[in-house]
Structures are given as C-alpha cells and as structure tokens.
C-alpha cells in the first residue's frame, strides 16, 4: 500500500508492506538506508552483509514502512514486529523493561529501525531528523498502520531524548522503565499510545 503526502514543495510517497508484497528492489534499498543510517552514520555495532544491514527480525510476517521522493530514493525507513513473536526488546535489551517482563500480546507491537534521514541534503540533514516534516509524516503513517492492525500500543527501545522529541511532536509517549546505559549510550524502553497519539 502506498500513500502519497505533500511535505513543503516536494511529493513524498509511503509505501508499506512486507516481504511478500514489497519489491525486491524497496526492500534491498530498505536494508542499504539502514546500513548508511546505523552503521555508517551512528557507528552501531550490527552485523551486516554486503552493505546491508538485516537481522534475525527481518522475517516474513515483519511490517515496513519506508518513506521516499519523488525521485525514488529513500528518506526514511521503520519496522513493525508483533510481540507475540521473537522481537528486538525482548531478545535483545529485556533489562530495559527494569525487571518487568517484555510485552508479549497481538495488539502490543515493536517499532524498530525507525530513521528518516535525506543523505542528499533536500529536505532534512541528519542531526535534525526527528524534527523534519518526514520524520513527522513517516511516523504518522507507522502509527496509521499500526492501528489498522489492531495495534493498541507500540514498544521500542529508544535513546535517551527521544521520550522529549515524540511528545513535541504531539506523540502520547514515556517510559516503560528508567534508561540503562548499553554499549556507552544511553537507551529506554519507550511505550508510544497508538490511539491517543494518533487523535493528538
């Protein structure tokens, strides 16, 4: 499915699916903006291939949600996991949850790899990225598709700051539990109300 939104002065086509229904193409392009955004950008540790940074959460059933111009390239990218199947935060960072047991139920969901960053400079550069009319408009239509769903709560492991930016952007967000310093930077599991931020 696809959903073309007007940000400034140019066309920004979303299109989400998953591996079944997205092309081959998308979903190689998907995989390369994740590896220039994480790998190459934020200096993350993740195994990755050939340029491509996939995991063992890329699976058949997981939901993309990828932003791109009119000229086709990439300017944002998420995925959606239901957490009634393995998923990052609770195979990965459970301590996040301070002792809590991960969610595990098919209307909670894991937003993951959320990134929208315009490498070539036209609409957003990436230090600013979560205040960028892509940012705002990816992330509404993740919220959209969550909700067509059924999805009444989203789970994802956060840095610490972005609790303060979702809700600026109007976003009905906090804390499953106090942040934890992983790998020398600083992360929280963070709740985001499908519904009430959706209606905001």
Same mark, same amino acid.
């Given at each position: 499915?696809? /959903?073309?939104?007007?940000?400034?002065?140019a066309e920004l086509e979303i299109v989400e699916g998953?591996?079944?229904? &997205? $092309?081959?193409? &998308?979903?190689?392009?998907?995989?390369? *903006? =994740?590896?220039?955004?994480f790998i190459e950008t934020l200096g993350w540790d993740l195994a990755t291939k050939a340029g491509m940074e996939l995991d063992q959460f890329d699976r058949a059933d997981t939901i993309y949600v990828a932003a791109r111009g009119e000229d %086709? =390239?990439?300017?944002?990218?998420?995925? @959606?996991? +239901?957490?009634n199947r393995p998923y990052l935060l609770a195979e990965v960072f459970p301590?996040?949850?301070?002792? /809590?047991?991960?969610?595990h139920s098919a209307d909670v969901w894991e937003l993951s790899r959320f990134a929208a960053v315009d490498f070539d400079g /036209?609409?957003?550069?990436?230090?600013?990225? *979560? $205040?960028?009319?892509?940012?705002?408009g990816l992330l509404?239509?993740?919220? !959209?598709?969550?909700?067509?769903? %059924?999805?009444? !709560?989203?789970?994802?492991?956060?840095?610490?700051?972005?609790?303060r930016l &979702?809700?600026? @952007?109007?976003?009905?967000?906090h804390r499953?539990? +106090?942040?934890?310093?992983?790998? %020398?930077?600083?992360? *929280?599991?963070?709740?985001i109300e499908v519904q009430g931020s959706l209606s905001s």
């Open positions: 499915m696809a /959903a073309r939104l007007s940000l400034l002065e998953t591996s079944q229904s &997205l $092309s081959p193409e &998308l979903l190689e392009g998907i995989a390369r *903006f =994740r590896h220039k955004v %086709g =390239r990439l300017a944002g990218a998420a995925r @959606l996991l +239901p957490t301590e996040l949850m301070g002792g /809590a047991q991960p969610p /036209a609409r957003v550069h990436p230090l600013r990225q *979560f $205040s960028s009319p892509v940012t705002v509404r239509e993740v919220l !959209r598709v969550a909700a067509s769903h %059924g999805v009444s !709560r989203l789970i994802t492991v956060s840095p610490l700051g972005v609790e &979702l809700r600026r @952007l109007g976003v009905a967000a499953a539990a +106090p942040p934890l310093v992983v790998d %020398g930077q600083a992360l *929280f599991a963070c709740w």
